[in-house]
């Protein structure tokens, strides 16, 4: 299906839905042409292809769905698997999909029109369209924006079903948690991790060879001064154009599965205080410097965590507010912050769309992790008391404050919640998998014409 799909199905947090949904909810009342997309293997006459309880699956459902497929994953340059097999494929999904969809029924699960209008609002926004744009670009690429707006409903009740049927019903024993944990603990002796600093020489979009050239010699300047015994920081600070420059190329701590495979593999070839040959990735020459190594174990034992307590203004990327106008009104507002004119906490309560607005944009005390990593990006740039310029990310425009910081263990009740979230993560997939062949095996399926 179209890449717009897959996004509404991660940005509405659909886990576990399939990539493509349930053209028509009742194919009598609703053939596929009916809603706006007809294939062009499709039937002029349809009939009846699947009878699963008191619904059917047409021919034109089925051709709809395998050029839909076939478009998409073209478009990925995905091999496509044979004709047979992907019609078999997609044909018990659709049974699969049907049945869910009669039991959602049943059980009275419903989208309204607003909940359904805010995950809308929420794709565009991700893929940075109002949702006027979204509905131009799906009605050019052959699907009516109704029949768009039916398949993210449908997704989303049957996330619903699934999280009523499944998510609610997983048992977590604390006896599992300790085995996991121990597990990991064993694990995390044979993991290393290591300490690195870098110099970048940063690759100019659409460079010509000439400009590579350059680049090219640069790096290769910066790697003599290094074996003639330069400093490293210093050469940092002069050549990098890395954001982390100034801080004299600190990387910090890096699993090797964190590293592009080419970084890793020419790491893992040298002893602490080394540097790698100049590496070429696609938008850069890279040196690499390892500073220390250490085990997975060791970094857990003596692990301090910096928390940092903080506060910030958002404001939402909607039809009516683009990200340029966010940003223009957050640079006001950090202008008045910058002349002391106004608080923080006031300002949060007046412009803030996000829930924190009442707390005057507190957000406490969070862990690395717990924020999205392009805001916890900048916010571990800031001191205490300083006040960020606009920073965009999925749920829209920040101004972030930091208010303080401190260092605290890892709690063990925080790397329980860890540990506990992993193992359902983990029962989740098999949990859904046993439940969806049990709506298949209760559900009353009829093959006609060339599927019997």
């Excluded at 064993?186 to 870098?198: F, I």
């Excluded at 957050?330 to 769309?353: G, V």
């Excluded at 990593?373 to 920073?391: H, I, K, R, T, Y």
């Amino acid at each position: 299906m179209h890449q717009l799909k897959i996004a509404a199905v991660l940005l509405c947090a659909l886990s576990g839905a399939t990539a493509t949904s349930v053209w028509a909810q009742d194919a009598k009342a609703a053939p596929a042409a009916a809603k706006g997309f007809v294939p062009a293997g499709a039937n002029a006459i349809d009939s009846i292809l699947v009878v699963v309880n008191d619904d059917v699956i047409t021919r034109n459902e089925l051709a709809a769905r395998i050029e839909s497929v076939e478009r998409r994953m073209k478009a990925q340059n995905v091999a496509l698997p044979e004709p047979a097999d992907l019609r078999r494929q997609l044909l018990e999904r659709m049974i699969v999909e049907r049945a869910q969809m009669q039991l959602a029924k049943e059980m009275g699960v419903r989208v309204d029109d607003a909940t359904l209008d805010r995950a809308i609002g929420r794709i565009a926004e991700q893929q940075k369209l109002t949702v006027q744009d979204l509905r131009n670009q799906m009605e050019k690429e052959g699907t009516t924006f109704a029949a768009f707006r039916e398949d993210i409903r449908d997704e989303i009740i049957m996330q619903r079903l699934r999280e009523h049927e499944v998510d609610a019903k997983l048992q977590i024993s604390e006896a599992e948690v300790d085995s996991f944990m121990a597990a990991e603990q064993a694990a995390a002796r044979e993991q290393v991790e290591l300490n690195l600093a870098q110099i970048m020489v940063r690759i100019p979009d659409n460079a010509t060879p000439e400009q590579i050239g350059a680049r090219k010699a640069r790096a290769e300047e910066v790697m003599r001064q290094l074996r003639t015994g330069a400093d490293f920081a210093k050469m940092a600070g002069t050549y990098s154009d890395a954001a982390d420059a100034l801080k004299g190329g600190e990387i910090g701590w890096r699993s090797p599965e964190r590293l592009p495979p080419l970084f890793a593999e020419q790491l893992g070839k040298l002893k602490p205080g080394q540097v790698t040959p100049i590496i070429k990735s696609a938008g850069a020459f890279h040196i690499l410097k390892l500073v220390d190594k250490r085990s997975a174990a060791e970094a857990q034992a003596t692990a301090a965590v910096q928390q940092t307590r903080a506060r910030h203004i958002l404001i939402a990327v909607t039809p009516t507010m683009s990200a340029a106008d966010a940003k223009r009104k957050l640079a006001e507002l950090k202008e008045r912050l910058d002349n002391k004119t106004a608080k923080f906490e006031e300002l949060a309560r007046l412009f803030s769309t996000d829930s924190t607005a009442a707390k005057g944009g507190e957000l406490g005390w969070l862990y690395p992790g717990d924020a999205l990593p392009e805001f916890e990006a900048v916010m571990d740039g800031l001191q205490p008391g300083q006040v960020s310029n606009p920073v965009e990310t999925s749920f829209g425009i920040h101004l972030i404050e930091v208010l303080e910081r401190k260092s605290d263990d890892v709690s063990k009740e925080k790397q329980r919640a860890a540990a506990r979230n992993a193992l359902r993560e983990r029962k989740l997939v098999d949990a859904t998998e046993d439940w969806q062949r049990q709506v298949r095996d209760r559900a009353y399926v009829e093959m006609r014409g060339d599927d019997k």
